[in-house]
């Protein structure tokens, strides 16, 4: 069964960093491309970066282009997103997907 988890949300003021988590069990990881989306309230899901399934081919939106790292581990059936420099637009859950699949989410708040 395919199944995306996501961690590493929190609360943090303007300028902190988190590190968010994806594991991902019960496929064959690295043969997907893999992308962290994001959803603020009342909005609609805004893709934030993706990653090819080697890890050599990276890309960002422009809105944390400079700010953020997506990173993945193939052995360990996982995918991160570093996020430093954060500022409150940067508030919504955060969710990782594989095509036709998208974990729960994790929860990023960023007060000013």
């Known amino acids: 069964q395919v199944q995306l988890v996501e961690s590493g949300g929190g609360s943090v003021q303007s300028g902190g960093s988190l590190r968010l988590s994806c594991a991902a069990p019960?496929?064959?990881?690295?043969?997907?491309?893999m992308k962290w989306v994001r959803q603020a309230p009342g909005k609609r899901f805004e893709w934030v970066a993706g990653i090819s399934p080697k890890g050599d081919y990276i890309n960002y939106s422009d809105a944390v282009k400079g700010r953020f790292t997506i990173s993945r581990d193939n052995v360990k059936n996982m995918m991160y997103l570093q996020m430093n420099s954060l500022i409150p637009e940067d508030t919504a859950v955060y969710f990782c997907e594989k095509t036709g699949t998208r974990g729960q989410g994790t929860q990023v708040t960023v007060s000013s």
């Open positions: 019960g496929f064959t990881f690295n043969d997907y491309y």
